[in-house]
T-cell receptor, first 113, second 109 residues
Framework: GAGVSQTPSNKVTEKGKYVELRCDPI?????LYWYRQSLGQGPEFLIY????????DSGLPNDRFFAVRPEGSVSTLKIQRTERGDSAVYLC???????????FGEGSRLTVL | RKEVEQDPGPFNVPEGATVAFNCTYS??????FFWYRQDCRKEPKLLMS???SGNEDGRFTAQLNRASQYISLLIRDSKLSDSATYLC??????????FGTGTQLKVEL
């Protein structure tokens, strides 16, 4: 389809492991966002890319979290030494430049045991 | 004060009712405002933008009050299919979009 694609849809891992979550945005969308959402909460901003560069990474909770978008399209969110508190749905969204309309993927549900 | 505050609800209303939600924000520099809708276990989707002059889309009306720093969403003639969580969203600077915690609406027969 032509929407935002996220993989894996579900990931169960053990505390302390490394995890990568992938996002394939809508073709031509220059802006890409990562959010995470816990049950009963709104999406929490993590990082925003404009092209290849991180325009705003102020939402990354600590240095265990890192994201890249090397060619300005696909992005990977990387979480090192996972903790139980990292369990959440990680949402990726893309947007045409400066429209304010985000197109979300279905999310990657991360469970850290 | 939190960046954005919404009553989590749930708002339980009968079909056909009119319901309104407010959302307050703390950053007076916020420039753009939106309402998103999120169905259970689904991703958020844009419902409508909120303009200074107010805007209407069918049964939905959105308004912005900059002086009091809140936005509102009014839904007329509620349908069962309107049951969802409604998220207020704003830009606080640059293109970062900040989401509220959402207000849950349940429309009942």
């Amino acid at each position: 389809g032509a929407g935002v694609s996220q993989t894996p849809s579900n990931k169960v891992t053990e505390k302390g492991k490394y995890v990568e979550l992938r996002c394939d945005p809508i073709s031509g969308h220059t802006a890409l966002y990562w959010y995470r959402q816990s049950l009963g909460q709104g999406p929490e901003f993590l990082i925003y890319f404009q092209g290849t560069g991180a325009a705003d990474d102020s939402g990354l909770p600590n240095d265990r979290f890192f994201a890249v978008r090397p060619e300005g399209s696909v992005s990977t969110l990387k979480i090192q030494r996972t903790e139980r508190g990292d369990s959440a749905v990680y949402l990726c969204a893309s947007s045409p430049l400066n429209t304010g309309e985000l197109f979300f993927g279905e999310g990657s549900r991360l469970t850290v045991l | 004060r939190k960046e954005v505050e919404q009553d989590p609800g749930p708002f339980n209303v009968p079909e056909g009712a009119t319901v309104a939600f407010n959302c307050t924000y703390s950053n007076s520099a916020s420039q753009s405002f939106f309402w998103y809708r999120q169905d259970c276990r689904k991703e958020p989707k844009l419902l409508m933008s909120v303009y200074s002059s107010g805007n209407e889309d069918g049964r939905f009306t959105a308004q912005l009050n900059r002086a009091s720093q809140y936005i509102s969403l009014l839904i007329r003639d509620s349908k069962l299919s309107d049951s969802a969580t409604y998220l207020c969203v704003f830009t606080g600077g640059g293109n970062k979009l900040t989401f509220g915690t959402g207000t849950q609406l349940k429309v009942e027969l």
